[in-house]
């Protein structure tokens, strides 16, 4: 199956903005989607489709995606972003199978 | 409000089989075009996904495990329930059940238990 790599952590000041990619081959058929995780709490989705966001997320979270690079961005970053954010997209072998990125620690300072 | 919660074991021996259930309410288990998912997360690590039942029956599985695991939903009950054979110590995982669904060109987790933690050891 493909791997979703991922940078294992960047650090961003506060109010600033942190770019987060995800390189993999997954991304011809599928977007990703983008997943925030703080200490001791299931993940939370944050980014889908072409750049979209679920009820109750931020405007300061945006995505994008190109070739086999997809990017999470956080505008502005604020304390509470701090946390581990993954990238997931289904495999485009045609075998249902899902992959999750290697995942980033986000520091903000 | 859809919510997923996961119950079961906290201590698991070796060679024996972990066996989680995750209980839905605020949506069906037997509603079209959902996915029926476990992930686990060892700890300190990132994501794996496990695998997934679809609405009609179907399953599918991450080949790495897809020869210890079973997932199966009983929709009479509202819960879909994870079985993964023959645990190591390295099988010890928080372990989170979520709904899948596709939308605007993504498949997306969109709901997620809690997490349990399953620990392997005798």
């Known amino acids: 199956s493909s791997e979703l790599t991922q940078d294992p952590a960047v650090s961003v000041a506060l109010g600033q903005t942190v770019r987060i990619t995800c390189q993999g081959d997954?991304?011809?058929?599928?977007?990703p989607s983008w997943y925030q995780q703080k200490p001791g709490q299931a993940p939370v989705l944050v980014i889908f489709?072409?750049?979209y966001r679920p009820s109750g997320i931020p405007d300061r979270f945006s995505g994008s995606s190109s070739g086999n690079t997809a990017s999470l961005t956080i505008t502005g970053a604020q304390a509470e972003d701090e946390a581990d954010y993954y990238c997931?997209?289904?495999?485009?072998?045609?075998?249902?199978?899902?992959?999750f990125g290697t995942g980033t620690k986000v520091t903000v300072l | 409000q859809v919510q997923l919660q996961e119950s079961g074991p906290g201590l698991v021996k070796p060679s024996q089989t972990l066996s989680l259930t995750c209980t839905v309410s605020?949506?069906?288990?037997?509603?079209?075009?959902?996915?029926w998912t476990w992930i686990r997360q060892h700890p300190g690590k990132g994501l794996e996904w496990i695998g997934y039942?679809?609405?009609?029956?179907?399953?599918y599985y991450n080949p790495s495990l897809k020869s210890r695991v079973t997932i199966s939903v009983d929709t009479s009950k509202n819960e879909f329930s994870l079985k993964l054979s023959s645990v190591t110590a390295a099988d010890t995982a928080v372990y989170y059940c979520?709904?899948?669904?596709?939308?605007?060109?993504?498949?997306?987790?969109?709901?997620w238990g809690q997490g349990a933690l399953v620990t392997v050891s005798s």
């Open positions: 979520a709904r899948v669904t596709r939308s605007s060109g993504s498949y997306i987790f969109e709901y």
């Open positions: 997931n997209s289904r495999d485009n072998s045609g075998d249902h199978l899902y992959v």
């Open positions: 039942m679809y609405y009609s029956g179907s399953t």
């Open positions: 605020g949506a069906s288990t037997s509603s079209g075009g959902y996915y």
């Open positions: 997954n991304f011809r058929t599928y977007y």
């Open positions: 489709g072409q750049n």
